[in-house]
């Protein structure tokens, strides 16, 4: 076993405590066509760690998004189930938060537009942020404006310059797929409204370890939260998560509400 000294991606100490090893293993996404069965099939190191000081659970960056979101496989508008999901979510924001024409709602890693298309629908201004660029085309057949981007600060900045600051940011299973969590969180802030919200659905990690979810660990999954850590990373950004609901989609995950401190 080799162990790797690296540095934590949120507070910066080093980590060598293992979580989990896995072993080695292809991307998740990485479908090979039949013409490369015979070839031989690039793998990395699956071994998941856990960081003593803020208690981030997170695997190592062995490939860049870039290539992990290149012409990506994953459509959320194939699940009936997810969009139904998606649409409860968005009369409840609606009815709780007095989200209403006036409003601006971003969403982060948007995907095809599957929760966007129920805002639209009640004539809210959305925009969504999605770096497929196969998967963003399809949003945009739907009427969702959409820009193929990574989020982060340098994005924010843009964004706020053009005036397109939010009322609300919704990101749904995203958190985990940031390398640079910190960038990530610090855009959000920049972002948002005074008096926006956040909305971001993760994980779980307490239901990853008390029902043993090994399969949710992969590559594409950068990092795995507890409650007690997405705290520490929103208040290093000037956020403060002001609620929190516990829900069953993917195995159990949490829904954070957040807003400026």
Known sequence: MIILVLNCRFCSEPVTHIFVDLGIAPLSNAFLKKEMLNDV??????????????????????????????DYAYFSSYSSTWLEHAENYVNMMIKKFHINEKSAVTEIAS??????QFFKEKNIPVLG??????????????GIPTITKFFGVNTANELKKEGKQSDLIVGNNVLAHVPNINDFV???????????????????????????????????????FSFYTVIQIFEKHNLKIFDVEELTTHGGSLRIYATHI
């Not at 995907?111 to 966007?116: A, I, V």
């Not at 942020?129 to 739907?142: F, G, L, Q, R, S």
């Open 186 to 224: 610090k855009g959000m802030k920049i972002l948002l409204n005074l008096d926006g919200i956040i909305t971001m659905e993760f994980p779980h990690l307490m239901q990853l370890i008390e029902k043993n979810q090994f399969d949710t660990i992969y590559h594409e999954h950068f990092s795995y």
């Open 41 to 70: 099939e690039e793998k990395f190191a699956l071994c998941v760690y856990v960081c003593d000081n803020c208690f981030l659970v997170q695997l190592p960056e062995f490939e860049k998004p870039e290539n992990i979101f290149k």
């Open 111 to 116: 995907n095809d537009g599957y929760l966007l």
């Open 129 to 142: 942020i999605e770096p497929a660029a196969n998967v963003a085309k399809v949003a945009k057949e739907k």
